[in-house]
């Protein structure tokens, strides 16, 4: 079985995409998941590829050969996965105890991948993830500040105001008496 990564995978949506173009060009799949697919065969011809390639990157998707690419793709799709389509973060979560069980590497090699190819540290990317993903509770309108917080295992409303003004520049307030003007959520594949 031979598996595929892609890039900038992020929702449901997304996999649906994914799905339709493998369909369309006659490929069997035995699962397609955030950030990756198995097919059910072993090998592809070059040809098949590159038809492959061009068609996803045309949806905004990429197909990642580098194994190290993968491994930090594999990252991001597992915190955006936990923060967004999960009903709430287990309390007192410890992402560096549980992202190196997932990918089955040390935390300290993958915190050091991350934060070459990214720019950025994994704790910044959770923390602007989580950020999305209260812009995106508090646009519903359908929650407290203090059930969002909790949600995203924020250990008060205080820390999480203060993390999102400092991402954002506004407080939470601010943000939900504003949405209706000027400001936006980010594409989830495009927060660094």
Same mark, same amino acid.
């Given at each position: 079985?031979?598996?595929?990564?892609?890039?900038?995978?992020?929702?449901?949506?997304?996999?649906?995409?994914?799905?339709?173009?493998?369909?369309?060009?006659?490929?069997?799949?035995?699962?397609?998941?955030?950030?990756?697919?198995?097919?059910?065969?072993?090998?592809?011809?070059?040809?098949?590829?590159?038809?492959?390639?061009?068609?996803?990157?045309?949806?905004?998707?990429?197909?990642?050969?580098?194994?190290?690419?993968?491994?930090? $793709?594999?990252? @991001?799709?597992? +915190?955006?996965? !936990?923060?967004?389509?999960?009903?709430? &973060? %287990?309390? /007192? #979560?410890?992402? *560096?105890?549980?992202?190196?069980?997932?990918?089955?590497?040390?935390?300290?090699?993958?915190?050091?991948?991350?934060?070459?190819?990214?720019?950025?540290?994994?704790?910044?990317?959770?923390?602007?993830?989580?950020? $999305?993903?209260? @812009?995106?509770? +508090?646009?519903? !309108?359908?929650?407290?500040?203090?059930? &969002? %917080?909790? /949600? #995203?295992?924020? *250990?008060?409303?205080?820390?999480?105001?203060?993390?999102?003004?400092?991402?954002?520049?506004?407080?939470?307030?601010?943000?939900?008496?504003?949405?209706?003007?000027?400001?936006?959520?980010?594409?989830?594949?495009?927060?660094?």
């Amino acid at each position: 079985m031979k598996e595929l990564y892609i890039k900038n995978m992020v929702c449901p949506r997304c996999v649906s995409a994914i799905e339709q173009v493998l369909q369309e060009q006659g490929l069997d799949f035995e699962e397609v998941k955030l950030g990756y697919v198995h097919l059910k065969v072993d090998l592809l011809d070059s040809e098949e590829i590159e038809k492959l390639r061009t068609q996803i990157k045309s949806l905004g998707f990429e197909l990642l050969d580098d194994s190290k690419e993968k491994l930090v $793709e594999n990252m @991001k799709t597992f +915190i955006i996965n !936990k923060i967004f389509h999960q009903s709430s &973060i %287990a309390l /007192q #979560l410890n992402w *560096s105890d549980l992202i190196g069980q997932e990918l089955s590497h040390d935390y300290n090699y993958l915190s050091a991948l991350f934060s070459s190819s990214e720019g950025t540290t994994i704790e910044q990317y959770i923390i602007r993830q989580k950020i $999305e993903r209260a @812009k995106e509770l +508090i646009s519903y !309108k359908e929650l407290s500040l203090k059930e &969002i %917080a909790w /949600q #995203l295992d924020y *250990s008060s409303v205080a820390h999480l105001s203060s993390q999102f003004k400092r991402i954002t520049t506004f407080t939470p307030s601010q943000y939900r008496a504003g949405m209706d003007n000027t400001l936006e959520r980010n594409n989830l594949d495009s927060v660094i």
